[in-house]
């Protein structure tokens, strides 16, 4: 069972987000962050990557693309906020 971020143990797993430039979703237990690409292809290749890893862990980005930018919001369904999976998926992300 997934379990949400507690304030004891989110600091360490989300600290280092902070500093690739994702940032905390205003009024919601979510993390968000803008990706910028030198165009569409690039873009949509990238969420195709992405996407591959999202299957693999059974956990899905919410996203919107426009042309060579796309902004990503990842939060835990399941737990209504946010769990390691979403930790792992920006760290991936980050590293596409
Ligand atoms: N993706 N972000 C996110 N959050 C979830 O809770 C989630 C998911 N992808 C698939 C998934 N849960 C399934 O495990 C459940 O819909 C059954």
């Not at 379990?3 to 280092?16: H, I, N, W």
């Not at 902070?18 to 030198?38: H, L, N, P, S």
């Amino acid at each position: 069972m997934t379990e949400k971020l507690s304030a004891e143990t989110r600091g360490p797993l989300l600290d280092p987000l902070w500093q690739t430039g994702w940032e905390m979703v205003e009024g919601r237990d979510a993390i968000v962050k803008t990706f910028k690409f030198k165009d569409f292809a690039d873009a949509f290749g990238w969420m195709t990557r992405v996407a591959i890893w999202a299957e693999k862990w059974d956990h899905h980005p919410e996203w919107a693309n426009c042309y060579d930018t796309v902004v990503v919001t990842l939060s835990t369904h399941e737990v209504d906020g946010l769990s390691t999976l979403d930790a792992k998926l920006a760290r991936k992300m980050d590293g596409l």
